[in-house]
């Protein structure tokens, strides 16, 4: 089994982020030092990361999580900022989230210790919806939201075509409150989208991840997924 994907399937991170770990030399496979994701584990090998032996995974977990503002989506922070995992401190088992939420961005976040699951949900290929609500300044008319739905141009590439509708508007205090559907994960995609037509975020809330939402959970809460969730999200993504 490759390197990388041996790593996800023992809970230590998303694939993505395992092949991250393995070029930074923090991996060993029987004391030698391997630095290439696509490295072989074989059966009775030991794989060291930052000297802790890691075995397979005995049982796979699933959360949702009622992310509240003010956490960082991540398992450590070099400032020693708050993350999820102070959410989720009672759970023994170790688990990371699915994607990033911004720290002052609330809503639905997956975590789980099942890497092929989590690196499948996040790649641009199953284009998984992601669906949030953004309180914005400005009142945008017809063009902005049609240039929002068709693709707008951040950092230099056109984002893919999205799903907007308008669900309040104050004219008083000059606000509109916009449910965006993604299908792709950029780094502060939607707050960059809604800048660009001038219209920054002043509050963004994700209110659905692959068709999972938090409904009445409380912010900071957290609930397992049920066996037909979990089935749901392994269909979606062709596992």
């Known amino acids: 089994m490759r390197l990388a994907k041996y790593l996800a399937k023992a809970g230590v991170s998303s694939r993505r982020r395992a092949e991250s770990i393995i070029r930074q030399g923090r991996v060993r496979i029987n004391g030698t030092i391997a630095d290439q994701p696509q490295a072989r584990v074989g059966e009775g090998d030991s794989v060291t990361v930052d000297g802790k032996l890691i075995g397979p995974v005995e049982k796979k977990m699933y959360l949702l999580l009622n992310k509240p503002p003010g956490y960082i989506s991540t398992v450590y922070d070099t400032h020693d900022r708050p993350t999820v995992m102070n959410l989720v401190e009672n759970i023994e088992l170790r688990l990371y989230p699915v994607g990033r939420l911004d720290a002052d961005t609330s809503g639905v976040l997956l975590m789980t210790n099942d890497g092929e699951l989590a690196y499948r949900l996040t790649h641009p290929r199953y284009r998984v919806k992601k669906i949030y609500h953004a309180r914005i300044s400005g009142l945008p008319g017809g063009d902005k ?69 938090t409904g009445d959970l409380p912010e900071g809460a957290y609930r397992f997924l049920t066996e037909q969730e979990i089935k749901d999200l392994y269909q979606l993504v062709d596992l």
């Open 145 to 213: 939201l049609k240039q929002l739905r068709k693709g707008i141009l951040v950092d230099g590439e056109r984002t893919a075509p999205a799903a907007v509708r308008v669900l309040k508007t104050s004219g008083h205090h000059n606000t509109a409150l916009l449910e965006i559907t993604l299908t792709e994960g950029r780094k502060r995609q939607v707050k960059k989208m809604c800048a660009a037509i001038d219209c920054p975020v002043t509050e963004l809330r994700r209110v659905s991840f692959a068709g999972l939402s």
